[in-house]
């Protein structure tokens, strides 16, 4: 984003407008903090903001400022896409392409709002007349801080927003111990907690929130792990039984991938979703070092993100997808021995 570009969206934002601001579908802590938190900014300076989420999101983000706020593509339809079809900007925030958000992506793409893209996933499609795109960022609510600073707008900072964008960098970075945590990022977390961010309440709302249910879900998962220690790889699966046996809730699943990683000696782990409403398999992929699982999840699996972490999908059943995760290892036999 050019310095032009700034100077442009000041000016856009001079005035107040009608603005829609968009995260991905299955919207997560880093979607849900950073949409909330440039929501309070564009307030302060009396736009007609609203966040339109494709769908809804788990509970244990059901407690930040202003989520009361988010409207939900999948139960408001007319009055969402009347809202966004009226819409004079269009934010997107935590995607970098249309599909991203499933059954908003047609009209995304159709509609007239001028749009401004902030992400940071790889390899963003063309649709935004700004684009603030940076795969080296922690997170977008990163990002979204220092979108605000672009525009001299720190002094509008408060508890609230500070707050939310806390919450989207501590999900995205795992507490704050992927390699995309850098000193800056530190340094923005330490600004944000004198704004008023409380730290030690943020992740006992995100993290220790557990239904019972939750951690029978989390022993099922467990019991499912499998170690492939030729590839330096493990996998866990969950069927929809499972899914309904444990009442499992949207979130329930959220970091149970990282478990595989933990393993000693292993380098890609992937957990299986069998989701029968959507009639597909969910697949989260994390990886350590070098290996990019945004790659194998572009190349083999519908999806993409980041070099240590990833999503992607099956159209075929929980068995046939893990045969196929299965047979497409030795193709990276070297380099996941090599890390």
Not at 78 to 86: H, V, Y
Request: glycine share 6%; with cysteine; proline share 3%.
């Amino acid at each position: 984003m050019t310095t032009q570009d700034i100077l442009e969206i000041k000016s856009l934002l001079a005035t107040p407008k009608k603005i829609a601001i968009i995260p991905h579908k299955n919207p997560d802590g880093d979607a849900i903090g950073s949409t909330l938190g440039l929501l309070q900014y564009l307030l302060q300076l009396n736009h007609n903001a609203k966040v339109i989420a494709p769908n809804d999101f788990p509970d244990f983000l059901k407690w930040l400022p202003k989520v009361e706020t988010i409207e939900i593509h999948e139960t408001e339809k007319e009055k969402t896409e009347a809202f966004i079809n009226e819409a004079d900007i269009i934010f997107t925030l935590d995607f970098n392409a249309f599909h991203r958000t499933g059954n908003m992506e047609a009209l995304l793409a159709n509609s007239k709002g001028l749009k401004i893209m902030i992400d940071h996933h790889q390899q963003p499609d063309d649709y935004a007349k700004y684009m603030f795109s940076d795969v080296s960022m922690s997170s977008t609510c990163e990002m979204v801080y220092h979108f605000i600073d672009k525009l001299n707008a720190l002094d509008k900072l408060n508890n609230n927003i500070a707050t939310c964008l806390y919450v989207g960098i501590m999900t995205d970075t795992g507490s704050f111990r992927f390699r995309s945590t850098t000193s800056t990022t530190h340094r923005i977390i330490a600004n944000l907690i004198d704004k008023g961010a409380d730290n030690t309440l943020i992740h006992n709302n995100v993290y220790d929130t557990n239904s019972y249910n939750r951690l029978q879900l989390l022993g099922c998962a467990l019991s499912n792990l499998k170690v492939l220690p030729e590839y330096r790889t493990a996998y866990i699966t969950l069927s929809q039984q499972e899914l309904r046996d444990l009442d499992y809730k949207k979130g329930d699943t959220e970091g149970f991938v990282n478990y595989a990683l933990s393993l000693n000696k292993t380098v890609l782990a992937a957990i299986f979703i069998e989701d029968k409403n959507q009639g597909i398999i969910k697949i989260s992929l994390r990886s350590k070092g070098d290996f990019s699982v945004n790659e194998m999840s572009r190349a083999h699996f519908e999806g993409g993100g980041h070099t240590n972490a990833a999503g992607g999908k099956s159209d075929t059943s929980l068995e046939s997808t893990v045969e196929k995760f299965i047979s497409i290892l030795p193709a990276y036999s070297k380099a996941l021995n090599n890390e």
